[in-house]
């Protein structure tokens, strides 16, 4: 067993949240709830098989916070109502008997939003078409639509959203954590994004300003559920309609957002790139996890991205990442830790797996056993 690997299936602590290794499943968008947006037992079954396969820490797709502006795909699960909260018990339950702990991902597409069924149109940080075109595998068609710049009034809401979501995460639905979604070109990511975010009021301007809104969803989250679950937030450069985007102001950026994190307390970051361990900048040589080591030293940080090779993983852990994340490593090997313990090779991904739609395939469950 390489060192990597040896390290990847020690024990590690989040906040309280006791990981039996350091092995994550990352959030994957597989459009499997109803459309009411309740889990289902195709849901449970694929989240459990993680859970059985070994992985210390699953982290769910994204969950929509409101019945406003926050759902962003048809079939996405939310956690916007109680009865959204309470399908997901009997989930997290299977998941805590066979061993894993289950954070809840908590999201607003804003303007990527390509399945609302509770609004017509879109909300954003600023009035701007968003790059691309919408996903077909998550039933979109087209361009994107330009979204309404949210009012002050709608961004209290977004965040009272957050809020209410993470109270039913821990509160009915049982999950061990709570992550809320920075990332990927979604609301807050929009905010953080110097050509996405035009304003120039309080949510505008400077990178100091732009990272605002991120601050007060932690600090508002922390405040509700202070004491009884850890509270992350996954932060990107790219989107999954700018794939290339990199902060405009380099490493200064990143001082800023991941300082500005951890002065607010957050208590886990996961960051994720394309390909983790690859430099954030032209000009430097620093990948972005090892960035967010450097300015935001003292928080437990999960790293993501293409990462199944675990000679790039252990890279990342030489940087100082706590926790490695796993998408398509994970699709393939559901028992991935197991394999890893026994000495057996890993398989490769079959990236039809997400294709025409990326819902929840029996193939997948087959391999669950």
């Known amino acids: 067993m390489s060192d990597a690997s ?3 299936l020690t024990p590690f602590d989040i906040k309280g949240a006791i990981l039996r290794n350091r092995l994550a499943v990352a959030p994957m968008t597989r459009v499997t709830a109803t459309k009411n947006g309740l889990a289902t037992p195709t849901m449970c079954d694929y989240y459990g098989g993680f859970a059985a396969g070994g992985f210390g820490l699953i982290i769910t797709e994204g969950l929509y916070t409101d019945e406003a502006y926050s759902q962003g795909y048809p079939n996405q699960p939310g956690l916007a109502t109680q009865a959204q909260a309470a399908a997901w018990a009997p989930l997290t339950a299977a998941i805590r008997e066979q061993g894993a702990v289950a954070f809840a991902q908590i999201m607003h597409a804003g303007a990527l939003s390509q399945g609302n069924r509770f609004r ?3 909300v954003a940080a600023s009035a701007v078409q968003p790059k691309g075109q919408q996903m077909k595998f998550y039933y979109g068609e087209g361009a994107y639509p330009v979204p309404e710049q949210i009012s ?12 209410d979501a993470a109270e039913r995460a821990v509160g009915v639905a049982g999950f061990d954590g709570v992550e809320i979604h920075g990332a990927n070109g979604y609301l807050l990511d929009q905010f953080l994004t110097a050509h996405t975010n035009t304003r120039r009021d ?3 301007g400077s990178i100091q300003q732009r990272v605002t809104l991120l601050v007060e969803v932690v600090k508002a989250v922390k405040a509700k ?3 009884r679950a850890p509270v992350g937030i996954r932060i990107s450069q790219g989107k999954v309609n700018d794939f290339l985007h990199k902060w405009e102001g380099g490493e200064r950026d990143a001082e800023v957002i991941f300082g500005s994190l951890a002065d607010a307390g957050v208590d886990f970051l996961h960051v994720t790139e394309f390909e983790a361990w690859r430099p954030a900048f032209a000009e430097g040589k620093a990948s972005l996890a090892s ?3 450097r300015f935001a030293p003292n928080v437990p940080l999960v790293v993501n991205g293409s990462l199944h090779d675990l000679n ?6 030489d940087e100082g990442a706590d926790v490695v994340a796993l998408g398509r490593g994970a699709l393939a090997n559901p028992d991935l830790p197991r394999l890893l313990r026994d000495g057996r090779p890993l398989r490769e991904f079959d990236a039809s797996i997400l294709g025409p ?9 087959a391999l669950r056993g």
Request: glycine residues 12%.
């Open 6 to 8: 040896s390290t990847l």
């Open 120 to 122: 017509d149109g879109n």
């Open 152 to 163: 002050d009034a709608q961004i209290q809401e977004a965040i009272q959203g957050f809020e």
């Open 202 to 204: 309080r949510w505008g």
């Open 225 to 227: 559920v202070a004491g």
């Open 291 to 293: 960035l967010a080591k």
């Open 312 to 317: 790039r993983a252990g890279q990342l852990l």
């Open 357 to 365: 739609i990326a819902d929840i395939k029996d193939s997948e469950l």
